[in-house]
């Protein structure tokens, strides 16, 4: 590899040839400030916050897109740089409509960081902001326009890591804005919820919908029977909203924050992750019973229907493609059916005076809940979806110090798990949990794989593909003898379209699919934590996996409360009707207007 000698404020540093100066002055930990700047996306230079002098130079360059060369003596704080930076914030600020105060991005918002680094007390000049409506069509995502800086990232964000193309530039000059298609609202166009934009936005300009106050005050009716469950990925990173270092694992003191907070109940979704398994394995085996023996016309390769975001897109984007989509409802949606017949029954409780919240890494996962397919208990399934940074607020405004409080169990009925729901978080852990339980239904032993961790499915590529050969099967399951089992995953809806198109043109021969809307899976959901990039995603998929080697059980079937749910109320077992009613549903094929 060649390297590049320069000096950055007279520091010398070797970095690879094709290093921008930005990543030069990383390298010796300085600090260049960034706007349109976001590692996950390309390079754009478009704000030109990050200017820098170079010696012998007659403009200024900016960092973020102009490659180090040897030699270059880069200084990254004269005066003229200092003075570039302060009048582009201020032009920022001049048509930002800020309202620091009161804007829910206040504290993960950049802008705000960087005014306060310039100690603009007030704008030094006169503002032009006009101030507009926010668009709250999407029940999952909400953009104010009068917030936006036009930097970009929202745009690069739809485009290059999820091929969606939701937002773009419209316009020139003072005119731009970022929009919709037709400036239509975001309910009514492509836009798949995914949130990956608000993770990427550095004002308030998009953010997720917010439910703080109608959980609180579902909390404070004491006519109400709030019950609560949380996502996977979740548990690895509400650590980071409370001042933690990125990949902490705090489960314990989650449930007990939780219970602190009023909650009656307080489940996990891992329940229904295991119960997931066993009726999405189910699913499988079954299609692939009628293809090898029946002989039957069946769609193939069976998807993955755990993200709703990959739901959505795939609505629009592969309509024909909509009987590939396993039926199963997500964890989600089949712990609110649940909690209003099973749990309601159980414990004698009117299922209209649930209130069903969940606790979601995911912004997609409220458009979901408010779909018309998800009311199969009677009642809307899940009433309220927090993100884990809306829940990270829930905690601050009850003055709970997260550092000093003991760990705590989940209630039990829904609450007890598997480490194979657990990994359900990262991308390709919902493939792992399933082949760990199939292999083992039809065969009798462990997945032979070192301490059942699936090594081939893991990973943070784009697209990953693997297979798995079944030998020596059960007298019932003859029909698999020789079977390769090939599979694939993808995670980001860019990397998603390539593996489907592949589908949809008749050049892929796989059997089982897994997708996940956002990159890293749901470790990197468009709710987490902010910022996002792929070193903290790394931490988070490291504890989720660390959590995983650590339970007793570890695979979906060994879940004494799934055997119990069968025993007592799914009683057809996986697949039966009343599983059906409560479990599955169907999609939707949605226009790309």
Not at 26 to 33: G, T, Y
Not at 235 to 255: F, H, I, K
Not at 326 to 349: H, N
Not at 534 to 541: E, F, G
């Amino acid at each position: 590899m060649n390297m590049i000698c320069l000096s950055v404020n007279e520091i010398k540093v070797s970095v690879p040839e094709g290093s921008t100066i930005l990543d030069a002055a990383k390298a010796v930990n300085i600090k260049i400030p960034t706007l349109c700047h976001h590692p996950d996306l390309c390079v754009a230079g478009n704000c030109r916050v990050c200017v820098v002098e170079q010696k012998n130079s007659r403009t200024l360059q900016a960092s973020c897109c102009t490659p180090a060369s040897e030699g270059m003596e880069i200084f990254t704080n004269t005066q003229r740089v200092r003075d570039a930076r302060r009048n582009i914030i201020a032009l920022l600020l001049s048509e930002h409509a800020g309202e620091c105060t009161t804007c829910f991005k206040a504290g993960d918002c950049e802008f705000r960081q960087l005014v306060n680094e310039y100690s603009f007390m007030e704008s030094e000049l006169p503002s032009v902001a006009i101030k507009s409506p926010a668009d709250k069509s999407s029940p999952a995502v909400q953009k104010d326009d009068s917030k936006c800086i036009r930097c970009q990232r929202c745009v690069r964000t739809c485009a290059e890591l999820q091929d969606v193309n939701a937002l773009d530039v419209a316009f020139k000059g003072s005119k731009q804005k970022i929009s919709t298609f037709l400036d239509k609202p975001l309910n009514d166009v492509v836009c798949t919820n995914c949130g990956q934009c608000v993770n990427r936005c550095p004002t308030g300009a998009l953010v997720e919908r917010n439910y703080i106050d109608e959980v609180w005050n579902a909390l404070g009716d004491s006519t109400k029977h709030v019950v609560v469950q949380t996502a996977p990925a979740v548990r690895v990173a509400l650590g980071e909203t409370q001042g933690l270092p990125a990949g902490e694992r705090v489960t314990g003191q989650m449930v007990t924050a939780l219970k602190m907070l009023g909650f009656k109940g307080v489940f996990d979704t891992n329940f229904t992750a295991d119960l997931t398994i066993m009726e999405e394995g189910t699913e499988l085996l079954t299609r692939l019973k009628k293809v090898l023996v029946d002989k039957e016309k069946v769609a193939l390769p069976m998807f993955t229907s755990c993200s709703p975001g990959w739901i959505k897109y795939v609505e629009h984007e592969f309509p024909q493609l909509l009987d590939n989509l396993s039926t199963c409802k997500s964890p989600q949606q089949m712990f609110g059916a649940l909690a209003k017949t099973y749990y309601a029954q159980t414990v004698d409780v009117d299922p209209a005076k649930i209130v069903s919240v969940s606790i979601m890494p995911c912004t997609a996962k409220k458009f979901e809940s408010a779909r018309p397919e998800m009311w199969s208990s009677g009642y809307q399934d899940v009433d309220y979806v927090l993100t884990t940074r809306e829940l990270g607020i829930l905690i601050r405004q009850a003055g709970i110090d997260f550092s000093k409080i003991e760990g705590q169990e989940c209630d039990s009925l829904l609450g007890k798990h598997t480490g194979a729901a657990v990994i359900f978080g990262a991308t390709g852990g919902v493939m792992e949990a399933a082949i760990r339980t199939a292999y083992e239904l039809v065969t009798g032993r462990e997945v032979p794989f070192a301490n059942l961790n699936i090594m081939p499915v893991r990973g943070m590529e784009g697209i990953r593909e693997a297979a798995v050969k079944i030998t020596d099967v059960k007298k019932e399951w003859s029909f698999l003898e020789g079977v390769e089992l090939k599979v694939a995953i993808a995670h980001g809806l860019a990397n998603a379209g390539k593996l489907v198109k592949k589908v949809a043109e008749g050049k892929a021969d796989y059997h089982f699919i897994e997708i996940m809307a956002c990159p890293g899976g749901c470790l990197g959901g468009g709710g987490q934590p902010i910022p996002t990039n792929a070193d903290i995603r790394d931490l988070r998929a490291k504890a989720i996996y660390a959590e995983d080697e650590g339970l007793a059980l570890r695979k979906s079937h060994e879940n004494p409360e799934i055997d119990r749910i069968y025993k007592d109320f799914l009683t057809e077992g996986p697949l039966g009707h009343k599983s059906h009613k409560l479990l599955h549903t169907h999609y939707t094929p949605r226009t790309k207007g």
